[in-house]
């Protein structure tokens, strides 16, 4: 498809296209898995399996707002988009959920991760080191749905090597952060470290928290469907989404989980800050350059929807609105554009009505 004939959509439209088009569909897929998921033969993995849909669905909800990006198919981009994220979810379980706490087993399970978004190579043994592996074939067929979609896109060999290397830092970071607790900090530093030196303007655990991000592979399949498409604009796209966009994603994610995560004595990146004004500052860096940086991008007007659209979705949780942090997400919204008002309001209203 030619994106040059492409009509850009104004936010309304998009909005109402992504809850009336885009949420239908990824309801069918996530059913498709969910069977599936019941069927797991392993009773701790079923759990795991279907847990992980039910809780966690929002997660393909989000990222298919990229199924409304200008020249993509719809219906393949939810289809690679929820399995992929149901495969990131469903690991993010296994390594959370089950009292393992083995390196090696974690790093295993991941390589999912970077061969479904590689359609040449055959599926490894993912639950090699791992304690349950009777899945019935879920995994596998999770990563083959990826590897079906990656085949039809025209323009996927030329981000194929940028979404794998985006790949493999959510592996890693999955991998080191859920060790137990007395390794784990330190085994993260070692492999953020010497990263550093590329991103001077952040923070250690802001380039953890970019790493968990699956928004910029998604938006590398989306641009893939351009016949037309250049190395130098996947190179914009990647330096747009990290560490900005995909920081503030995942920054917005611990920062509404601040409390929760005290009172439960979970790991939260943004607990890192100092005090309540760095974290106002370094959000509000966040949302300044994720903002600045989608008018390098082709299609600027959609990427500041995707930006926008992750205040809105994550500060409408009613957890923004915690006595510590409530003056905070007050601010970002004043702060973060026209038209966040309108998006914020109505990710307000779906949430009421428990769509979203």
């Not at 929002?58 to 219906?75: D, E, R, T």
């Not at 796209?237 to 994610?253: E, M, R, T």
């Not at 809105?312 to 026209?338: C, P, V, W």
Request: aromatic share 12%.
């Amino acid at each position: 498809m030619n994106t040059l004939v492409v009509r850009p959509m104004n936010r309304g439209r998009l909005i109402y296209s992504f809850v009336s088009k885009v949420f239908p569909l990824v309801k069918q897929e996530l059913n498709g898995w969910q069977r599936m998921a019941e069927q797991l033969p392993d009773a701790c993995l079923r759990l795991q399996a279907t847990e992980s849909i039910r809780t966690k669905a929002f997660h393909c909800q989000g990222g298919s707002i990229f199924a409304l990006y200008p020249g993509v198919n719809k219906a393949e981009t939810v289809k690679f988009i929820v399995a992929y994220q149901t495969m990131s979810d469903y690991l993010d379980n296994l390594v959370d959920s089950l009292e393992v706490q083995d390196e090696l087993a974690f790093s295993q399970l991941h390589l999912a991760m970077q061969e479904a978004l590689n359609p040449s190579v055959a599926p490894s043994d993912y639950y090699l080191y791992y304690p349950y592996r009777e899945d019935g074939g879920y995994l596998e067929r999770l990563v083959k749905t990826c590897h079906e979609s990656l085949r039809k896109l025209p323009s996927y060999k030329i981000v194929q090597e940028e979404a794998i290397k985006f790949a493999k830092l959510y592996s890693h970071l999955q991998t080191y952060k859920h060790l137990a607790l007395e390794d784990r900090e330190g085994k993260m530093l070692n492999w953020i470290n010497p990263y550093l030196k590329e991103y001077p303007e952040i923070t250690t655990w802001e380039f953890a928290a970019a790493t968990g991000s699956t928004l910029g592979i998604f938006c590398l399949y989306a641009v893939a469907f351009n016949p037309q498409l250049t190395a130098r604009q996947v190179q914009k796209i990647s330096q747009a989404y990290f560490p900005w966009i995909c920081g503030l994603h995942i920054l917005l994610d611990y920062f509404i989980d601040l409390r929760e995560d005290r009172e439960t004595s979970q790991l939260n990146f943004v607990a890192y800050y100092e005090h309540m004004g760095m974290t106002f500052q370094r959000l509000h860096l966040f949302v300044e350059n994720s903002l600045k940086q989608t008018e390098r991008l082709n299609h600027p007007k959609f990427h500041r929807a995707v930006v926008q659209g992750l205040l809105a979705m994550y500060l409408s949780d009613e957890k923004g609105m915690d006595t510590d942090i409530r003056s905070i997400t007050k601010q970002l919204l004043r702060d973060s554009g026209l038209g966040i008002n309108l998006l914020y309001w109505m990710c307000c209203q779906l949430r009421k009505k428990k769509t979203l």
